[in-house]
């Protein structure tokens, strides 16, 4: 399977989630950092995706923009495609441009489905009357913007879960499909949030009805990433930290020999105390929705 | 088939039960007040619709161990369905026998519609030894009330209520004052009456449980912030001599906001609502509370029905969050206002985005008078040995002249925050002579929070001295100077005591206040012993007098 490279370009966000899992969110990148470290990835794969991740990326744009010019200029390397990992709050203009002319670049928006399922998602500097608001309304206006002028395809939606909101997976899912959106991630929130049994009743009976509705065509082209694929236990995602300390990249440990195995940055496997339920329960209901379509097969 | 057994449970098998609501008989409403959020469906709950509501809440109530049900009859106008309101009370009577629970009924009404039914039946209660509680919105006199609580033609209905009013006295007699309060919405429209209204209710209709609250989204700006702590002022006066002439603290419990004083503790949520209170819709639907109920056409925010009871999933958000998850939460120093969960979901998109602004502000001159009330509650010796969380004067933005001497921090202190001109300042002293500053070069600064601060005006009153000050913002600000440059030697010794924790302020040492309560408590139970000493010496005399 082909490895996926996370950069980071900036540590700084506009948002302050409240289950937000970030630790450092000061650190801020330059392009030589940047490029360090897209050097060491080149070195040693040819072939490969890239993530941008932040805090939120879009406040460092022009440090994607570098990268992916920077990366589409080699002529032995072949990038598959360029996520921008965002809240979804800043779309300027420039962006826009940015995303309607390079094809290979996706936009996945961080929106936990309905404006009340998105209240732990919520604007850093308070509004007027002293609040922090639900990054709803901004974030359906930039995504109603990108899919009048990019294709719908390339963007991407994602519902991070908790005990708060799991329980109205199917009405989210329902929402973000009536606003145009096509391709839905369905994730789970690990380390700041407890989740139990619960969750996991929950998240399951909600999926099934999700893959159901799919089936029946209630959500006709309607792609949920766990029913399609499911990431592959084997992954070890491992973060490259430089000699400072400072996290710079991420990759998911698909092939042996390359920037992970090979160079300056230490690696720290990534661990998860909630993995191997999140990934049972994720394995479960990618299954069941094949038999679900097994069924209606046979039918 | 996955098998989830081997993951632990994360949340309580038994949550908390919902045994206390309000319940939407109709929606229907014969008023259009300005400021109301609901949407006046015509509909109507049904006996059996209700009936099976009030088994729902009995057996929460047994399965919880909870010792009685609270129904809050509320619309729409419940009064536009007292039939079934007289039904469903008596049904909850005569299943709380079976279920061994008591039953707490309340009625929310907009006092209009009396009908001789309802007569009959709130005496018959009163005779039976199960008085209901009333509660009328009033927002003051007829030409106030008239501005906001409107009917549906826009004529004021202050004439439809005058009549009623008497009718209720006459109901309730002597219960009047123990089961009857008046209730006050503060809006933009009718803030200024604040205190007219509040000697209206006390003296014109005789009420004496009182209710005035400021409207939580509406958007306060700092002048009407003004207005309300300059009628809170003035009520608070009224309460506090009211309590000192009666030599008792219900003057104080009867009014609310004011009454706050008397709780130390407020628990830990703003309120219940989607905890062990909910709203019961005319159809039998579960709600957090009517308030996101009727904000929610969608329906997203149902949690159930009376029939299969409540999903925990989706109430877990409200069944789970906690006082400090609000916004505002951990910080605050005032975090048991009246904070409304539901104004943060309709306004800023979450129930934990707490607004704060001009609402904020007003709930701080609450708590400011909360504070003030029982300072001098326990100088009367009402109460004694209490411990709560006294105010600053910088966080409540506001003085309140002599009565909060006390608190006074012994360096530069606000003495009111206004923005404006000089001129729209009403000084706390209007006779005060001060000398103009007279040349640029004799400008004299000083350092406010950090930020400095030019003195246009300074002046002395009773030995203390004020200035008048202009910060980088341009804002005019009146404050006390004490201790900066300049110290006379009396007022160096001040500050020396302060730092020693000696001179009676607020900014007084942690452990020098702690010891210092400890002195008072010790103190308050001595003086309580020796009452009682007194009292046995008495007795004694007595005794042997009767030998």
């Not at chain 1, 598959?80 to 936009?107: C, G, H, P, R």
């Not at chain 2, 109530?61 to 129904?71: E, F, H, R």
């Not at chain 2, 906001?148 to 109901?171: A, C, P, Q």
């Not at chain 2, 579960?286 to 308030?291: D, E, K, L, S």
Request: charged share 25%; with cysteine.
């Amino acid at each position: 399977m082909k490895e996926r490279y996370v950069i980071h370009v900036t540590k700084k966000c506009n948002c302050n989630c409240l289950y937000c899992y970030e630790k450092d969110k000061m650190s801020t990148y330059t392009w030589e950092e940047v490029k360090e470290l897209i050097d060491g990835i080149v070195k040693y794969n040819k072939s490969f995706g890239v993530e941008f991740l932040g805090g939120e990326p879009a406040m460092a744009f022009h440090l994607i923009q570098q990268s992916y010019e920077y990366l589409e200029s080699m002529n032995d390397i072949f990038v598959s495609d360029y996520v921008i990992t965002t809240n979804s709050t800043i779309l300027t203009e420039e962006m826009l441009d940015f995303l309607k002319t390079n094809k290979k670049v996706y936009w996945s928006a961080s929106l936990d489905g309905t404006k009340y399922m998105n209240q732990l998602r919520v604007f850093k500097e308070p509004s007027n009357n002293g609040a922090p608001q639900n990054t709803y309304d901004v974030v359906v206006d930039n995504l109603k913007k990108l899919l009048y002028n990019i294709d719908i395809d390339r963007i991407h939606v994602h519902m991070t879960t908790h005990p708060y909101n799991v329980a109205f997976i199917d009405r989210g899912v329902g929402h973000l499909y009536s606003l145009g959106i096509r391709h839905i991630g369905i994730g789970t929130v690990e380390s700041t949030i407890k989740i139990g049994r619960e969750y996991a009743e929950d998240f399951i009976s909600q999926l099934d009805i999700v893959s159901k509705k799919i089936i029946n065509g209630t959500y006709q082209n309607l792609k949920i990433d766990l029913f399609e694929w499911i990431k592959p236990k084997e992954d070890k995602r491992s973060y490259l930290f430089n000699s400072e300390g400072k996290l710079i990249g991420e990759s998911y440990g698909r092939v042996e020999n390359d920037i992970v195995s090979n160079s300056n940055y230490k690696t720290v496997l990534g661990t998860s105390p909630l993995q191997n339920m999140i990934y049972e329960i994720r394995e479960y209901v990618h299954l069941r929705h094949k038999e679900n379509l097994n069924e209606k097969r046979i039918r | 088939m996955i098998n989830l057994n081997k993951y632990e449970l994360q949340f309580p098998i038994s949550p908390i039960p919902i045994t206390s609501v309000s319940v939407l008989l109709t929606e229907d409403c014969n008023l259009r007040c300005t400021y109301c959020f609901e949407k006046h469906n015509k509909n109507k709950m049904s006996q059996q619709v209700g009936e099976r509501m009030i088994d729902f809440l009995f057996e929460n109530a047994q399965k919880g161990n909870v010792d009685y049900i609270s129904l809050t009859m509320f619309g729409g106008e419940p009064m536009l369905a007292s039939e079934m309101l007289e039904y469903l009370t008596k049904y909850a009577w005569q299943q709380g026998e079976k279920f061994n629970k008591g039953v707490q009924v309340i009625i929310i009404t907009n006092g209009t519609i009396l009908t001789d039914q309802m007569k009959n039946f709130l005496s018959y209660a009163i005779k039976v030894g199960k008085p209901i509680q009333i509660q009328i919105s009033v927002d003051g006199p007829p030409e106030v009330h008239d501005r906001t609580r409107v009917t549906i033609d826009k004529k004021g209905s202050f004439h439809m209520i005058e009549k009623n009013l008497v009718k209720y006295k006459e109901i309730y007699g002597e219960l009047s004052n123990r089961f009857i309060n008046l209730h006050g919405v503060l809006s933009k429209d009718n803030i200024q009456y604040l205190y007219e209204s509040y000697k209206f209710f006390k003296e014109e209709t005789r009420f004496e449980n009182l209710w005035f609250l400021p409207v939580t989204e509406e958007e306060w700006t700092d002048e009407h912030v003004q207005i309300y702590f300059d009628g809170m002022k003035k009520i608070y006066n009224d309460v506090i001599s009211d309590c000192k002439n009666q030599n008792s603290l219900a003057p104080l419990e009867k009014y609310a906001p004011l009454n706050r004083t008397l709780t130390e503790n407020w628990g830990d949520a703003p309120c219940g609502a989607g905890k062990n209170y909910a709203t019961i819709t005319a159809n039998g639907e579960i709600y957090p509370c009517h308030h996101i109920y009727f904000n929610d056409p969608e329906k997203e925010t149902l949690i159930g029905d009376i029939w299969t009871g409540v999903s925990e999933s989706k109430r877990r958000i409200y069944s789970e969050y906690q006082g400090d998850d609000l916004s505002c939460g951990s910080t605050c120093e005032h975090k048991n206002c009246y904070r409304c969960i539901a104004v943060n979901l309709i306004s800023n998109g979450s129930i934990l985005s707490q607004t704060k602004g001009g609402y904020c502000r007003m709930m701080k001159i609450d708590k400011l008078f909360q504070d003030m009330a029982r300072k001098e509650m326990e100088r009367m010796g009402l109460l004694m040995g209490s411990k709560n969380n006294l105010m600053t004067k910088e966080e409540a933005g506001f003085d309140c002249g002599e009565v909060y001497r006390d608190y006074a921090e012994c360096h530069i202190v606000d003495i009111q925050r206004l923005n404006g001109n000089s001129h729209t300042i009403p000084l706390e002293k209007p006779n005060l002579s001060y000398q103009e500053n007279k040349t640029e070069t004799q400008v004299r600064d000083l350092v406010y929070n950090g930020k400095s601060e030019i003195i246009l005006q300074e002046w002395e009153d009773e030995g203390k001295h004020y200035c008048r000050t202009r910060n980088e913002n341009g804002e005019i600000n009146v404050r006390e100077i004490i201790n900066f440059n300049g110290l006379q030697e009396s007022q160096k010794k001040e500050k020396e005591k302060c730092n020693a924790g000696q001179c009676g302020c607020s900014i007084k040492k942690e452990e020098n206040i702690q010891l210092e309560e400890q002195i008072e408590i010790l103190s308050d139970a001595m003086a309580l012993m020796i009452r009682k000493l007194d009292v046995i010496q008495n007795m004694l005399i007595e005794l042997n007098r009767g030998k």
